[in-house]
């Protein structure tokens, strides 16, 4: 289920250019970002972050965020491309069996997490309107 969370940044731990960890004040969830673009925060900016809580680690996978404090706005790749490249992949070589196994469930994998990043994304372009 996709929810916001938003308040100012507690602190960050930057994993690289596209992956970062950090807290939100008020709020007990470590929040992961892995994004497509290089992301834009620091400790004291006000940030909106959409995405889902992952049950077995305990963390908040975001997908989208905006920072209010810059006026940055950053979300996953979605990858429906290599979604619907997969797809088509498994049916071209469907004589062969194998990757109608592998590459089809693997590009619906792609194409429902894209569709989480759309989702996610428009949840905080609704906030702004």
């Known amino acids: 289920m996709l929810r916001k969370i938003e308040g100012t940044v507690r602190a960050y731990r930057a994993i690289d250019v596209r992956h970062v960890q950090f807290e ?3 709020v007990n969830n470590l929040i992961f970002l892995e994004l497509g673009q290089p992301w834009v925060l620091k400790s004291g900016d006000y940030v909106v972050v959409a ?4 049950g077995r680690s305990g963390k908040f996978n975001g997908y989208a965020y905006l920072n ?3 006026q940055v ?3 996953s790749n979605p990858g429906l491309l290599d979604g619907y490249r997969y797809i088509l992949m498994g049916l071209f070589f469907s004589w062969a ?3 109608v196994f592998i590459h089809i469930p693997e ?3 792609r194409l429902k997490f894209g569709r989480k990043v759309d989702r996610a994304a428009q949840l905080l372009w609704s906030r702004k309107s």
């Open 24 to 26: 939100i004040q008020g």
């Open 51 to 54: 995405g889902e809580d992952d």
């Open 68 to 70: 209010d404090t810059k």
């Open 73 to 75: 706005f950053g979300k």
């Open 97 to 99: 069996i194998f990757p």
């Open 107 to 109: 590009g619906l994998r």
